[in-house]
């Protein structure tokens, strides 16, 4: 069975190793989020491709949730003793190696797709990762900053100021002019079934979704596609999708976002819709099915997965 998989970080890394434990020998592609990259220190900065990288190899920090385990800090140390701005922005010394190769094959002139597969060389994910298009796009917030309005870029919102300043807009530099990743259209073409991780609907699910031709790829598809809330009890089980989701109008609820999706039988996205069972929804013209929705372990979330297939092979 090929599967391909719309993902943004940490919650899309999580699914996927569900996805990976519920359909071994399957071919499984997930197609990034990249809307969250960002230059720093000269360095090429991919964070949702090197969360899932780093967490379906077993080398990510499961404490922070983020960046690789065992890592260690002199080089970002040095940085700030230097007072090398930006400061807020924690890059440990093992994470370093990996944006140094990726900035030094990207100056010689390989695709981010080519870089990111070189990358998955060396740490076998077990699933083809793909970076949503090869061109530069970066997300932008803007917000009201020392008196004045003002866009600063997504990770100084997301990281230095943990979404604590309202946000007015996101808007992703490059995305209007962005073509899909080749690799990326074709998972989704050949797909049996698409599936839609419980990442930020905004931010993550949402910046895939404007890369030109995906979201067609995706509606269009003779796959199934299913989806699952990262919204339980009303709010994010990662991540800050509660100051995102009002700043588009949408509702912070597994209603309010499967709404927001919609019924691919009326252009929307999706076919089935996974929600927590302690919740409720209403999705006109898609599935709904309540079960556990907590990743705790590989476990849970396969049995996440295997519903979510199970609805798929029912619609399909």
């Known amino acids: ?84 701005e930006p400061t807020w922005f924690q890059l440990g010394d093992l994470d370093i190696a990996t944006h140094l190769v990726r900035t030094r094959m990207l100056d010689a002139g390989f695709s981010l797709s080519d870089v990111t597969a070189a990358l998955c060389e060396r740490w076998q994910p077990g699933v083809s990762l793909v970076p949503m298009s090869d061109d530069r796009c970066e997300t932008h917030v803007i917000v009201h900053l020392e008196g004045a309005r003002r866009a600063i870029h997504f990770q100084e919102w997301w990281v230095k100021h943990r979404a604590g300043l309202p946000a007015e807009a996101f808007v992703q530099v490059g995305l209007d002019e962005a073509a899909p990743a080749p690799a990326a259209l074709a998972a989704i073409s050949a797909a049996d079934v698409v599936l839609v991780a419980p990442s930020n609907p905004v931010v993550s699910i949402g910046t895939i979704l404007g890369v030109a031709g995906i979201r067609d790829a995706v509606v269009t598809a003779a796959a199934p596609v299913v989806g699952v ?73 396969a049995a996440m997965v295997r519903v979510a297939l199970e609805i798929a092979d029912a619609l399909a």
């Open 229 to 301: 809330s990262p919204i339980v009890a009303g709010a994010p089980v990662r991540g800050m999708a509660d100051a995102c989701l009002p700043v588009i109008g949408v509702d912070v609820s597994a209603e309010g976002v499967g709404r927001h999706y919609g019924a691919r039988s009326a252009g929307g996205l999706l076919d089935g819709w996974l929600i927590h069972d302690t919740d409720s929804a209403t999705v006109p013209g898609v599935d709904v099915r309540a079960i556990p929705l907590m990743m705790t372990d590989d476990d849970d979330a």
């Open 1 to 84: 069975m090929k599967i391909a998989v719309l993902a943004g970080g940490i919650g899309g890394a999580r699914f996927l190793r569900g996805v990976r434990a519920a359909c071994p020998g399957d071919d499984i592609t997930a197609v990034v989020n990249t809307g969250d990259d960002v230059t720093l220190h000269g360095l090429r900065i991919c964070p949702d491709l090197d969360s899932v990288m780093y967490t379906l190899a077993g080398v990510h920090d499961g404490e922070r949730g983020w960046g690789r385990k065992g890592e260690t800090w002199r080089i970002k140390e040095e940085l700030t003793v230097y007072g090398a």
